[in-house]
């Protein structure tokens, strides 16, 4: 069984910046790829980005591409999420989840996730 926490949510100006912040424990071998979703108001859970524990490769919506930036901290068994040049559409909540294994190459499929945090509530101000 793994437990996700996320933190760091907040109210920002559009042009600013946040860090998210994911907590995981238990089950090591279930959690092999962490990734970050998010819902808008009246739209569904999209991906966001993803991570690997075993290695440096991350994956990203295009969306958020070049604006975010997913990270990990293997010792402290944290995930990050850097969020810059937010926009009023990165409004949402936030999701942290965790899979053993991707059925594709970007692991942006939400259904492969079975472990999911609380969520965090990001909203940007324009």
């Known amino acids: 069984q793994v437990q996700l926490v996320e933190s760091g949510g907040g109210l920002v100006q559009a042009g600013g910046s946040l860090r998210l912040s994911c907590a995981a424990s238990?089950?090591?071998?279930?959690?092999?790829?962490m990734g970050w979703f998010r819902q808008a108001p009246g739209k569904e859970r999209s991906f966001v980005a993803a991570i690997r524990w075993s290695s440096d490769t991350t994956y990203y919506a295009g969306s958020v591409k070049g604006r975010f930036t997913i990270s990990r901290d293997n010792a402290k068994r944290m995930v990050y999420l850097q969020m810059n040049s937010l926009k009023a559409e990165d409004t949402a909540v936030y999701y942290c989840?965790?899979?053993?294994?991707?059925?594709?190459?970007?692991?942006?499929?939400?259904?492969?996730?079975?472990?999911w945090g609380q969520g965090t509530q990001v909203t940007v101000s324009s």
């Open positions: 989840a965790a899979t053993p294994y991707c059925s594709t190459y970007r692991c942006d499929v939400q259904t492969d996730y079975n472990y």
């Open positions: 238990g089950g090591t071998s279930s959690s092999n790829v």
